[in-house]
RNA sequence: GGCGCAUUCGUCUAGGGGCCUAGGACGCCGCCCUUUCAAGGCGGAGAUCACGGGUUCGAAUCCCGUAUGCGCUACCA
């Protein structure tokens, strides 16, 4: 009767979990704890779960159990077991263990380490109203129901008045958490209170459902944020009331935003799939997070996701909070995307330019499908310049675009008159026409020998060029683009900018 | 107010008594490469290791105190 559904699954494995309360969207803070806790699992050749802590019905909100496990499996995190897969352990949902939590919150108050409380909100809040008036050193619940006569539990209960189930505190002692991460921390039991385990409308609270969970879901280790510090004794006191085993506990430092404060949802904790839009790779976004509270050595920043697996390990995670840098994530997001083969790069910048404009792809008058075998040789161009995979539509449209749009003042190299940028630029179209094969080097050669003949810099005059060509003044090597991009179109541009020039120069 | 955790360059961090006149990385600055932008190479600025006391021959590293920051203090998680 008192033994608990244990984990059947086999030997004794590491089992660690994620266990968000499906409040909204995921955001990195939780997620780098998360990235631990898989991690951790993975090393070990254990499992990972996701729990969903749904006990408060009044804050679920629909279809973020959905976008948390899409962020998660994004970032190549699949859970073991959980929602939708289900597994040997389950439900995986709160929500549906209520019977399991008030059997063992019966049992709690039958070996009297937990008693019912009748205390109405409206009492409690004038007990916390006068204790602050008072500027009492300790504020929480005054344990008025903790001693209640049989008699008057039996007539509470017969005129079925509402009420919680609260844990029934050791006066004095005090509790020792064994802290996987900063050794051993004893906590007064006065300075704990009678925390509520079952609440009026039958749900348990944290406290209780995270405690009977992670035993009966058989987790090892329980990494969670460091804001449950605090908590950690009560759960120890929990466990050792039901004669459980306490798992390992580590209270994993929070990322906070640039302002050294907490992350949270409306706090510059964007979702997840915000950077999966953004075009950061989820193996950067691992690599990054991991490096948040966790290192690997002295000189290393740059480590696969099996070399992550293989290196991590808990005593090397600190306890320090650390905030989350966009810059270090971009450079880092940037040396995966170099080292990406480019037929793999291709494939993954592909749905970035596709995707409608008013989500950030090309412009919509660039017909779709993207021609694979062009944005290709565009890539192999642009792979080095690219820090996310969204920045690669800025910088290739001018490769799909029909018709560029750009300033005339623009096709003037620095130092140039607009007479001799339009000289230089007409000059260097009859030059680049006439000439019977494209070839880069034989074409720079040919440019600056104009260039000299001309008596400018070559610079400029490229400059004018580039700008006739792509739009742009920032582009890849110039003949390599015009290449790219093919004859006829490079052509027609340099055609089009000295018309345009021209008429800039005359009117 | 009470309780708790934390504190090394702007940021992420290495460091667990002498190897530290504190190392690496991002970012920043300069130079090189160079037709632009990147990438790459080289170099630089940047931390009295929060502060104050101890312990020790010797402390960023151990102990105590202070300060600051953060967290918790709900029938939220």
């Known amino acids: 009767?008192?033994?608990?559904?244990?984990?059947?699954?086999?030997?004794?494995?590491?089992?660690?979990?994620?266990?968000?309360?499906?409040?909204?969207?995921?955001?990195?803070?939780?997620?780098?704890?998360?990235?631990?806790?898989?991690?951790?699992?993975?090393?070990?050749?254990?499992?990972?779960?996701?729990?969903?802590?749904?006990?408060?019905?009044?804050?679920?909100?629909?279809?973020?159990?959905?976008?948390?496990?899409?962020?998660?499996?994004?970032?190549?995190?699949?859970?073991?077991?959980?929602?939708?897969?289900?597994?040997?352990?389950?439900?995986?949902?709160?929500?549906?263990?209520?019977?399991?939590?008030?059997?063992?919150?019966?049992?709690?108050?039958?070996?009297?380490?937990?008693y019912r409380c009748f205390c109405t909100r409206e009492r409690l809040d004038e007990v916390r109203a006068e204790q602050q008036a008072r500027h009492m050193p300790t504020t929480g619940y005054d344990r008025h129901c903790r001693a209640l006569s049989p008699e008057v539990i039996a007539g509470n209960l017969a005129g079925n008045l509402p009420f919680t189930i609260r844990l029934k505190v050791p006066l004095d002692g005090e509790v020792v958490v064994r802290e996987a991460l900063r050794g051993e921390m004893a906590f007064k039991n006065s300075t704990l209170e009678d925390a509520v385990l079952i609440k009026?409308?039958?749900?348990?609270?944290?406290?209780?459902?995270?405690?009977?969970?992670?035993?009966?879901?058989?987790?090892?280790?329980v990494l969670r944020g460091d804001d449950w510090l605090p908590s950690a004794p009560l759960h120890v006191l929990i466990y050792q009331a039901l004669g459980w085993e306490v798992p390992v506990l580590a209270h994993t430092p929070n990322v906070m935003g640039n302002d050294?404060?907490?992350?949270?949802?409306?706090?510059?904790?964007?979702?997840?799939?915000?950077?999966?839009?953004?075009?950061?790779?989820?193996?950067?976004?691992?690599?990054?997070?991991?490096?948040?509270?966790?290192?690997?050595?002295?000189?290393?920043?740059?480590?696969?996701?099996?070399e992550l697996i293989k290196a991590f390990s808990l005593d090397r995670v600190h306890t320090a909070g650390g905030v989350f840098d966009l810059e270090r994530l971009r450079w880092m997001n940037g040396v995966y995307i170099r080292a990406l083969p480019l037929d793999e790069l291709v494939t993954r910048v592909l749905p970035y330019l596709e995707r409608p404009a008013g989500e950030g792809g090309l412009p919509d008058t660039i017909a779709r499908p993207i021609d694979r075998g062009l944005l290709r040789r565009v890539l192999h161009l642009d792979q080095e310049r690219l820090k996310t995979l969204g920045d690669a539509v800025d910088l290739?449209?001018?490769?799909?675009?029909?018709?560029?749009?750009?300033?005339?003042?623009?096709?003037?190299?620095?130092?140039?008159?607009?007479?001799?940028?339009?000289?230089?630029?007409r000059r260097a179209?009859?030059?680049?026409?006439?000439?019977?094969?494209?070839?880069?080097?034989?074409?720079?050669?040919?440019?600056?020998?104009?260039?000299?003949?001309?008596?400018?810099?070559?610079?400029?005059?490229?400059?004018?060029?580039?700008?006739?060509?792509?739009?742009?003044?920032?582009?890849?090597?110039?003949?390599?683009?015009?290449?790219?991009?093919?004859?006829?179109?490079?052509?027609?541009?340099?055609?089009?900018?000295?018309?345009?020039?021209?008429?800039?120069?005359?009117?």
């Open 429 to 507: 179209t009859d030059l680049l026409t006439s000439m019977p094969d494209w070839e880069p080097t034989a074409m720079e050669a040919a440019m600056r020998a104009l260039a000299e003949e001309l008596g400018t810099k070559p610079g400029p005059l490229f400059m004018g060029v580039r700008v006739a060509v792509t739009g742009r003044t920032a582009t890849p090597p110039l003949f390599e683009t015009m290449l790219t991009l093919g004859r006829d179109r490079s052509e027609a541009r340099l055609r089009d900018a000295v018309a345009k020039l021209e008429k800039h120069v005359a009117g």
């Open 396 to 425: 290739t449209a001018f490769f799909f675009e029909d018709a560029l749009a750009y300033a005339p003042e623009a096709l003037i190299g620095k130092g140039l008159t607009p007479e001799k940028a339009l000289d230089g630029l």
């Open 1 to 114: 009767m008192s033994t608990a559904p244990a984990y059947t699954g086999g030997t004794p494995t590491v089992r660690t979990r994620f266990a968000p309360s499906p409040t909204g969207m995921p955001h990195i803070g939780g997620l780098r704890t998360t990235v631990f806790s898989w991690l951790l699992a993975r090393h070990s050749n254990g499992q990972f779960l996701v729990r969903v802590e749904d006990t408060d019905q009044t804050r679920t909100v629909a279809g973020a159990v959905e976008n948390l496990l899409q962020g998660l499996e994004w970032m190549g995190i699949v859970p073991d077991e959980g929602p939708f897969v289900g597994g040997p352990v389950g439900p995986y949902y709160q929500s549906e263990r209520k019977q399991m939590y008030a059997y063992y919150a019966a049992q709690l108050v039958a070996s009297d380490h937990a």
């Open 200 to 221: 009026s409308d039958g749900f348990p609270t944290y406290h209780l459902a995270n405690v009977i969970d992670d035993h009966t879901m058989a987790i090892t280790h």
């Open 260 to 306: 050294g404060k907490k992350l949270s949802k409306r706090h510059g904790a964007e979702s997840i799939l915000f950077y999966r839009d953004a075009g950061f790779l989820p193996e950067a976004m691992i690599n990054y997070l991991a490096l948040v509270g966790w290192s690997y050595d002295d000189k290393t920043d740059i480590l696969s996701v099996d």
